[in-house]
């Protein structure tokens, strides 16, 4: 089975900032990992950035940030 990303979500999710609290504006994946796993076990929010927050989280447990860092240099932010 083969597996194809979604090249704007990828490029969505290297430019979304955080919307509140401690770590307003800061890009999702310089969120600290110990953050990301208190939202999983008190909850992802709803919505778009409850899913963004939760894939940022699968990426870091994987090692995979330098390949959002890639994006967010590649790629400029999408107009929405």
């Known amino acids: 089975?083969?597996?194809f990303p979604d090249k704007r979500k990828l490029i969505e999710l290297a430019h979304?900032?955080?919307?509140f609290g401690k770590f307003k504006d800061r890009y999702l994946?310089?969120?600290?990992e110990a953050y990301?796993?208190?939202f999983k076990q008190k909850g992802f929010p709803e919505g778009k950035l409850g899913l963004l927050l939760k894939s940022t989280l699968e990426i870091k447990e994987n090692g995979l940030e330098s390949l959002i860092r890639?994006?967010?240099?590649?790629?400029?932010p999408l107009k929405l």
Do not use: N
Not at 16 to 19: D, G, I, N
């Open 1 to 3: 089975m083969e597996v």
């Open 16 to 19: 979304y900032r955080m919307p």
């Open 29 to 32: 994946v310089d969120l600290p």
């Open 36 to 38: 990301l796993v208190w």
């Open 70 to 76: 890639k994006i967010q240099k590649e790629f400029p």
